[in-house]
């Protein structure tokens, strides 16, 4: 079995993308611009890890938006990928890439990996299409184009090759990518077709374009979800995560958060991944009085490792007590945090049933949940 690893540098500290953030943590599309690499890797089936190399003082930042496996790079990006070449263990191949470059299509891993058969390194590259001239000596002299590539990243290597190149490159020199110091220890680097989604974040006119690519290359679903939990005495009532004080509580298997369960199967809806219910079998005992938090986790992450973003949940509580209003607020913040979303990105609403039917008579409590993702391409 061969072990594949990303490496994604983000440890940079400049911010000439704008923003006053450093541009790998500048928010695209919901989300900040090193998850959406994060999430490309996560989602493909031949990356076995993914490890993020961040800046010094940068972890309170890094793990506020993702919950990847991180180490702390160096001053300059090559020694932030020798850190993190370090921090790999049990590993055979190795693709670095800078979180600059976020959308990162599958197609190009494919190719990255099915290459690294055949060579010890890889690179993506584009054909040069504008006309080069040269800006010294000759002025407006231009350069032939033929053999002349744009080169991306990821880079794809075999890793203990990589890691004897970097060794054996001298401390003084800098150098342009992996690629150039694994030919420097006389090892073949071969080209794959690269993409022009792999374009790198430079300048804010980058990020403005990158949204705007975005918006063309996801679609919108929706989905909703619905559960209903049983009022019973000696329950506690945990409602979107916060412990609800109430003369009587939820039972069921888990801590019957019956509004967590329905953003759960709503999220999961949108992915077309299954409901709760296949995900966390109530016949497992590993989930009796278990956290509902941890379902939502889960399928916000099944979500996001689609490459999808999150962007709006609506949950309503069918209750006649407790009153919901007093504890909206908190409702809210405790969903916007499970999801990693502002508040503002999430609803809360309430309403009795006029005391009709089994949550009239307060048997139980229902809830009803639509969530707005957004998933890469057109999906069929
Ligand atoms: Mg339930």
Redesign the pocket.
């Known amino acids: 079995m061969t072990r594949t690893a990303a490496l994604i540098v983000a440890a940079g500290s400049g911010s000439r993308a704008g923003g006053g953030v450093p541009k790998q943590f500048a928010p695209l599309g919901g989300q900040p611009v090193v998850a959406h690499s994060i999430a490309a890797f996560r989602a493909h089936p031949a990356i076995d890890d993914v490890v993020v190399v961040i800046g010094e003082g940068q972890q309170d930042v890094f793990a506020a938006i993702s919950d990847a496996r991180w180490v702390i790079g160096g001053a300059s990006r090559r020694e932030s990928v020798r850190a993190g070449l370090t921090a790999l263990t049990e590993v055979d191949r190795v693709l670095i890439h800078d979180a600059a470059r976020p959308f990162l299509p599958a197609e190009v891993i494919d190719r990255l990996v099915a290459a690294l058969d055949d060579t010890p390194g890889v690179v993506p590259v584009l054909p040069v299409a504008d006309t080069l001239a040269h800006g010294s000596a000759a002025l407006g002299a231009t350069v032939p184009r033929d053999g002349l590539y744009r080169v991306q990243t990821p880079q794809a290597f075999d890793y203990p090759a990589i890691v004897a190149a970097h060794a054996a490159w001298p401390d003084d020199a800098e150098a342009t990518d992996d690629a150039q110091m694994l030919r420097a220890a006389g090892q073949a680097v071969a080209m794959v077709e690269g993409s022009p989604m792999l374009e790198k974040l430079t300048y804010p006119a980058d990020v403005a374009a990158a949204e705007a690519r975005l918006a063309t290359a996801m679609t919108s679903r929706s989905a909703t979800g619905y559960?209903?939990?049983r009022l019973e005495s000696g329950e506690e009532m945990w409602l979107g995560g916060v412990l609800i004080p109430h003369d009587r509580g939820l039972s069921?298997h888990?801590d019957?958060d019956?509004a967590l369960?329905a953003i759960t199967d709503a999220l999961l809806g949108t992915i077309a991944a299954g409901d709760?219910g296949s995900h966390f079998p109530p016949s497992d005992p590993q989930w009796r009085g278990a956290a509902s938090g941890q379902f939502l986790e889960h399928a916000a992450g099944l979500v996001r490792a689609e490459g999808g973003i999150i962007d709006f949940v609506d949950l309503t509580l069918i209750c006649e007590a407790p009153k919901i209003g007093p504890h909206r607020a908190a409702i809210r913040q405790s969903i916007a945090a499970l999801l990693r979303l502002d508040a503002g990105q999430v609803s809360v609403k309430a309403t009795t049933t006029e005391r009709l039917g089994f949550t009239g008579r307060e048997e139980g409590i229902a809830a009803q949940a639509i969530a707005t993702v957004r998933v890469p391409g057109v999906r069929r």
């Open positions: 559960d209903v939990h069921g888990s019957a019956v369960h709760i």
